[in-house]
């Protein structure tokens, strides 16, 4: 069965940090360029940042560039968003995809094939 499993989300204070990571199982993530995606209440699903399968190229959201940072251990089969200097606007549900082409082209979720059951991040003081 083909699954990608979020972790690492939860409560923390406005400034703070927090690591999410993404595992799949069932497949190989080698081939699949990956996104981290969220959707805040109220309001629509949203890009948040996306690697190549090669690791060699990323793509981030302007509201999270220079806060936030993707990367991948294909050895692993994991994706790891590193997120710093958290607002409370980041607070969401956040999802990893994973997109059937070694690029990331788009932020556009029907690009993806592959999504995870979401984990929980809330910022707040």
């Known amino acids: 069965q083909l699954q990608l499993v979020e972790s690492g989300g939860g409560l923390v204070q406005p400034g703070g940090s927090l690591r999410l990571s993404c595992a799949a199982s069932?497949?190989?993530?080698?081939?699949?360029?990956i996104g981290w995606f969220r959707r805040a209440p109220g309001k629509e699903r949203e890009g948040v940042s996306c690697?190549?399968?090669?690791?060699?190229?990323?793509k981030y959201a302007d509201s999270v560039k220079g806060r936030f940072t993707i990367s991948r251990d294909n050895a692993k089969n994991t994706v790891t968003l590193q997120m710093n200097s958290l607002k409370p606007e980041d607070t969401a549900v956040y999802y990893c995809?994973?997109?059937?082409?070694?690029?990331?082209?788009?932020?556009?979720?029907?690009?993806?094939?592959?999504w995870g059951q979401g984990t929980q991040v809330t910022v707040s003081s």
């Open positions: 069932g497949f190989t993530l080698d081939y699949y360029a």
């Open positions: 995809a994973a997109k059937g082409s070694r690029y990331c082209s788009s932020f556009r979720p029907n690009d993806y094939d592959y």
């Open positions: 690697i190549s399968s090669s690791g060699g190229s990323t």
